[in-house]
């Protein structure tokens, strides 16, 4: 499995980009995608996920109503649009994949099997 991110870059307080993740090398029917993030000194923590054949989606408390997760099956790719942006959400954006995931466990980390490089998001406020 090749998870491929882009679209991170340098942002002021209120700006928007938008994430990709290419995802290559399985069928990720019933899998779980996700967008994790970690700043310097921090764990990694959830962003946003979703099951990759439809069901709901899925955010943490500190995006909601400012990132959207969504993904192009012909193009087996993940976006994350990130609006409204501010200074605390600087921080390494990474996509997973949670094989035959659960709900319950998307969360975690520990939950997923296959992960992206990482792309680097930067607001200065």
């Known amino acids: 499995v090749q998870l491929q991110a882009s679209g991170g870059g340098l942002v002021q307080a209120g700006g928007s980009l938008r994430l990709s993740c290419a995802a290559s090398?399985?069928?990720?029917?019933?899998?779980?995608v996700g967008w994790f993030r970690q700043a310097p000194g921090k764990e990694r923590e959830f962003v946003a996920g979703?099951?990759?054949?439809?069901?709901?989606?899925v955010y943490a408390d500190a995006v909601k109503g400012r990132f959207t997760i969504s993904k192009d099956n012909a193009k087996s790719t993940l976006y994350l649009q990130m609006n409204n942006l501010k200074p605390e959400d600087t921080a390494v954006y990474y996509c997973?994949?949670?094989?035959?995931?659960?709900?319950?466990?998307?969360?975690?980390?520990?939950?997923?099997?296959?992960w992206g490089q990482g792309t680097q998001v930067t607001v200065s406020s």
């Open positions: 090398g399985r069928t990720f029917t019933g899998d779980i």
């Open positions: 979703l099951r990759w054949s439809g069901g709901s989606t």
């Open positions: 997973a994949v949670y094989p035959r995931g659960i709900y319950g466990n998307l969360r975690r980390p520990s939950s997923y099997d296959y």
